[in-house]
């Protein structure tokens, strides 16, 4: 059984910098092509960054240079480096395969504002 749990997430001012974990059990994260996605309030949920095993990345035009996604294969943890954080990068944050194939976890909640 998969198990995703993301956490990290925070209110924070514009500017400033969050990372977001998620752990997996059940899976592999290193075999997998994997993806951090978020949902805005009223937005459905789009791909932010992917990683593939060999660890080539990937991100959105809206987050690159800003954004850094990375995994740790010996904590099988995926990683969400934020910075430069812009209040349109409100949302709730999941990771899960790319393309999607497994069910969601709860979450993480950022929220970027003054």
């Known amino acids: 059984q998969v198990q995703l749990v993301e956490s990290g997430g925070d209110l924070v001012q514009p500017g400033g910098s969050l990372t977001l974990s998620c752990a997996a059990s059940g899976i592999t994260l290193r075999f997998a092509v994997m993806g951090w996605y978020r949902q805005a309030p009223g937005k459905q949920r789009e791909l932010v960054a992917s990683?593939?095993?060999?660890?080539?990345?990937s991100h959105a035009d809206s987050v690159r240079g800003r954004f850094t996604i990375s995994r740790d294969n010996a904590k099988n943890t995926l990683y969400l480096q934020m910075n430069s954080l812009k209040p349109e990068d409100t949302a709730v944050y999941y990771c899960?395969?790319?393309?999607?194939?497994?069910?969601w976890g709860q979450g993480t909640q950022v929220t970027v504002s003054s």
């Open positions: 990683i593939t095993p060999g660890g080539s990345t």
């Open positions: 899960n395969r790319s393309p999607i194939s497994l069910s």
